[in-house]
């Protein structure tokens, strides 16, 4: 069974403060790719990032960075110096199993609030 | 930037009637899925499709969801009798290639039933 979980349903951080969200999975495949996605107020789903299980390399894009753990079976998610445009849900998906139409499973989201 | 394009962007109507949701995925993409999101919660998937024909389908998916590509290019959900509990947000997606090519989402058509 395939799971993704995000235990911090909602966080409040002021404007440039750090915020680092959570994201463990769970999946009996080897070979494996975890995502980011972001889905602000407008509703839509915005790609961040994809990673396979093979790369643990730590990635950062500007104020955004991943570190994936394969130990802890984490996915964690950073926003350095937090901006009011980043409050929005953040979801970690995965998607396992070479062999079929791999569809992505969420998790349940963050709901990040930056305050001014 | 080539978009997955998706229509109505919002539709209301009455319990037990037939809606079709709309979907323009991005034009090499071959595989194509459609996602629901109830308002506040996960992101859930329905059904896959890929080679004009339905790859993998969840448990929501039952006999009153259909899939279709009528013309090579449109990718539509058909609810035949809406209930109450299929008021969502409702997101098309398309993919290149697997394995777990990166989804490029649609930005979603929102779906009340009354």
């Known amino acids: 069974a395939q799971k993704v979980t995000q235990a911090q349903t909602e966080i409040s951080v002021v404007e440039k403060e750090d915020v680092t969200l959570d994201c463990v999975y769970e999946t009996r495949d080897t070979t494996y790719y975890l995502f980011w996605y972001k889905q602000p107020p407008s509703g839509e789903l915005v790609f961040l990032i994809r990673r396979n299980s093979f790369d643990e390399q730590n990635e950062i894009s500007g104020r955004y960075s991943w570190n994936f753990q394969k130990s802890t079976s984490s996915f964690n998610f950073t926003i350095t110096a937090s901006q009011v445009v980043d409050s929005a849900v953040y979801f970690c998906?995965?998607?396992?199993?070479?062999?079929?139409?791999?569809?992505?499973?969420f998790g349940k989201g963050t709901r990040l609030h930056i305050l001014p | 930037e080539p978009e997955v394009t998706q229509t109505p962007s919002h539709q209301v109507t009455q319990m037990g009637q037939e809606v079709i949701l709309r979907c323009v995925p991005i034009s090499n993409h071959l595989y194509f899925y459609w996602y629901r999101q109830i308002l506040g919660q996960k992101v859930e998937f329905l059904v896959s499709f890929y080679n004009n024909e339905i790859s993998e389908k969840s448990e929501i998916f039952d006999d009153q969801f259909s899939v279709e590509r009528p013309d090579g290019s449109n990718f539509t959900l058909k609810i035949r009798s809406t209930k109450l509990e299929d008021s969502a947000m409702y997101f098309c997606a398309s993919a290149s290639g697997r394995p777990a090519g990166e989804l490029f989402f649609g930005e979603g058509s929102r779906l009340t039933v009354l």
């Open positions: 998906a995965l998607s396992a199993s070479m062999n079929r139409d791999d569809k992505i499973i």
